[in-house]
């Protein structure tokens, strides 16, 4: 039975201990797993003998209208999935006061590369994330952690925020994993109803629309982000935001080359969804 660890003072316990045997990675996670987060557990324990899984749906990244409470949970299930993956053990907090106790008033405030894209549509989102994410830094110790490109901006976001704030932990992408058909993995996936699943694709047909003028030779940023809305549109999805951006400051490029990347936030029904990917990658 893979150890669980429900305590703050617990997992630094735990991850001490492990330390003395050699590196230790970190996979951080709010649960409800699928294969992207399976990826990233096994390629954790590629590159360390000991990989710490952590399963914490942080309050702090949510704003009060968002998904909090109806956030899909699956503990059980998560587990098995950790032990199968080759995690070491879990932490998942008992619950919110275990990583934010009475009394917590410090907060990471992330830069420029947290303000476009979601940092935009959802004001506070990063600060959450890089609190929640520099507490299980500081204390793991982790030599390493892992996160998916699905979230790309956040990926950026949280390597400045461990080089800036010399935490020590080297920051691991890894790609998006995708459905056979090309949607992205995600939790909130799970939200889709039978009818929204088909439109859902329309994130990954606009990617592939906006590679496929791109390998014809379209360059003009406006013209490119323009098929990519009226693919959304057509697929009865609505656009929070479709922007190329380059990759590593997350700028607005005059031009598009091979590595300018497509970001989409768009909603199906309800439900909110993300994808992003370079314009010269293979679709
Ligand atoms: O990507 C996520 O699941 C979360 O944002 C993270 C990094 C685990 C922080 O809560």
Known sequence: MLPLVRTAHDFRRACQEARLDGPLAL?????????GHISLIRAARQAA???AATIFVNPAQFAPHEDLQRYPRDMEGDLRKCEAAGA????????????????????????PLAQ?????????????????????????????????????????????MAHDLNLGTDVVGRPIVREKDGLALSSRNAYLSSEERPRALGLWRALSEARARFAAGERDVPTLER?????????????????????????????????????IAAFAGKTRLIDNGALGEAG
């Open 227 to 263: 098929a990519v809305a009226e693919t959304l549109d057509r697929h009865g999805l609505r656009a929070d935001y479709a922007e190329l951006r380059d990759p590593v400051e997350l700028q607005r490029p005059a031009q598009a080359d091979g590595s300018t990347r497509l970001f």
């Open 116 to 160: 476009p894209l979601c940092g935009a549509s959802r004001p506070g989102h990063f600060r959450g994330v890089c609190t929640v994410v520099a507490k299980l830094f500081a204390l793991s110790r982790a030599e390493c952690a892992f996160f998916g490109e699905k979230d790309y901006q956040q990926l950026l976001v949280i390597r400045r």
């Open 27 to 35: 996979v951080p996670t709010m649960g409800y797993l699928h294969e």
């Open 88 to 111: 070491s053990f879990v932490f998942a907090p008992s619950g919110p006061e275990e990583m934010y106790p009475p009394g917590f008033q410090t907060y990471v405030d992330p830069g």
């Open 49 to 51: 003998p000991t990989v």
